[in-house]
């Protein structure tokens, strides 16, 4: 059974750093895209970034040169590194796997993690 | 970047029919996939490549795609399909291809 959990929100201050983990189970993360996708309160989805079974990595636009995303492939987990943190960075944030082979759509998500940013 | 637009909500009376749509330019040649999320919990893939269903979704939810929209049709709405509805795209259009979502819907069932 395929199974993605999250961890490491919590409150932070702006300008702080906080990473989040996502350990999977029932797949290898490193054969999968794997992707980091928020939700700010009452808001929409939000792509944030994505890492290639190859390892290339892409971020959003809004999180480009503050964020990082990561996969260890011994712990079979998946990473994103949140530097120079802003109040609107304050979202659930669901790890998610893309379909197998093309990866154009999302087939599981975690529970999400919530990271609020405020002093 | 490609742009998805969703109406912010849709009544529907139960044993009605919901039509949810999504609009984009030229998002028939696309494939576009679908969300449903309820209250506190993580979205659910309901409709995947315009029309198929993951198991375990009802027959009940179907979808369509041609030219500059897409629709995502409940049939005979039941209570428990009361929740906000995501398109979402897969825009290679960029310098990068990425996941692109449409604002989302809340359906509410009188």
């Known amino acids: 059974e395929v199974q993605l959990v999250e961890s490491g929100g919590g409150l932070i201050q702006p300008g702080g750093s906080l990473r989040l983990s996502c350990a999977a189970s029932g797949f290898t993360v490193s054969s999968n895209y794997m992707s980091w996708v928020r939700q700010a309160p009452g808001k929409g989805l939000e792509w944030v970034s994505v890492i290639y079974s190859g390892g290339s990595t892409y971020y959003a636009d809004s999180v480009k040169g503050r964020f990082t995303i990561s996969r260890d492939n011994s712990k079979n987990t998946l990473y994103l590194q949140m530097n120079s943190l802003r109040a609107e960075d304050t979202a659930v944030y669901y790890c998610?796997?893309?379909?197998?082979?093309?990866?154009?759509?999302?087939?599981?998500w975690g529970q999400g993690t919530l990271v609020t940013v405020s002093s | 970047s490609y742009v998805l637009t969703q109406p912010p909500s849709v009544s529907v009376a139960p044993g009605k029919t919901a039509r949810i749509t999504c609009g984009g330019n030229n998002i028939g040649s696309k494939s576009v996939h679908w969300y449903q999320q309820k209250p506190g919990q993580a979205p659910v893939l309901v409709i995947y490549?315009?029309?198929d269903r993951p198991s375990g979704i009802p027959e009940r939810f179907s979808g369509s795609n041609s030219g500059n929209t897409a629709t995502l049709t409940i049939s005979r709405v039941e209570a428990g399909d009361e929740a906000d509805y995501y398109c979402q795209v897969w825009d290679s259009s960029s310098d990068h291809p990425n996941w692109v979502f449409g604002g989302g819907t809340k359906l509410t069932v009188l």
């Open positions: 998610a796997r893309g379909s197998p082979n093309s990866g154009s759509y999302i087939d599981y």
């Open positions: 490549y315009d029309s």
